[in-house]
């Protein structure tokens, strides 16, 4: 017997939306739980027209939607105390270490003209105008020693151990033992 969804909402959703109410307190949520539960009924269809007791399916289908739903929101909700807790002057304190302890070395391994580049535009917080005054070179000249040295930063950094990068561009290190890193 098949049991078409437009039947199962008449027969169902009230007692559906008072469960689900009574699990939740909350209006909202309610109506955010009984729309994803007729959504996994509608795209489950054949399995819910096999179920030997309609209703006992249908209850398991709400009490994961309310597990589901509530699992998700406490973790969005996580994610967003933990960015709150995260002020812009502690991300700028974090990026500087990173760059002492991690770029730097790397830096210092670069020809001159590009080290002296890169330290005091990207350290010293010295726009690259400032940087061809303060060398007394073109505007251009400074922009293409950074850009040159920023290029072979990325090189002697990708050289160093074997990267690669995911199906986002994000790069993943390789576990090589090989890393000519330290």
């Known amino acids: 017997m098949t049991t078409e969804v437009t039947t199962i909402w008449i027969d169902f959703h009230q007692e559906l939306k ?10 909202a949520d309610t109506d955010d739980i009984l729309q994803e539960v007729f959504i996994k009924i509608i795209r489950n269809i054949e399995k819910v027209n096999q179920a030997e007791n309609l209703r006992n399916y249908l209850y398991g289908i709400v009490r994961n939607s309310i ?3 509530f699992r998700n929101k406490k973790i969005v909700s996580d994610d967003l105390e933990m960015v709150e807790k995260i002020t812009e002057e502690d991300t700028q304190s974090l990026n500087m270490t990173i760059a002492e302890c991690c770029i730097k070395p790397f830096i210092n391994k670069l020809p001159n003209d590009y080290r002296e580049a890169l330290l005091i535009t990207e350290f010293q917080n010295i726009s690259q105008k400032e ?23 990325k090189e002697l950094i990708l050289n160093c151990c074997s990267y690669q990068s995911d199906k986002y561009g994000n790069l993943v290190q390789n576990d090589d033992e090989n890393c000519k890193c330290s």
């Open 131 to 153: 940087l061809a005054e303060k060398l007394n070179i073109s505007y251009s000249g400074a922009k293409s020693r950074v850009q040159r040295g920023r290029e072979k930063l």
């Open 67 to 69: 597990n589901d739903y």
């Open 18 to 27: 008072a469960f689900i109410l009574n699990k939740t307190r909350n209006s």
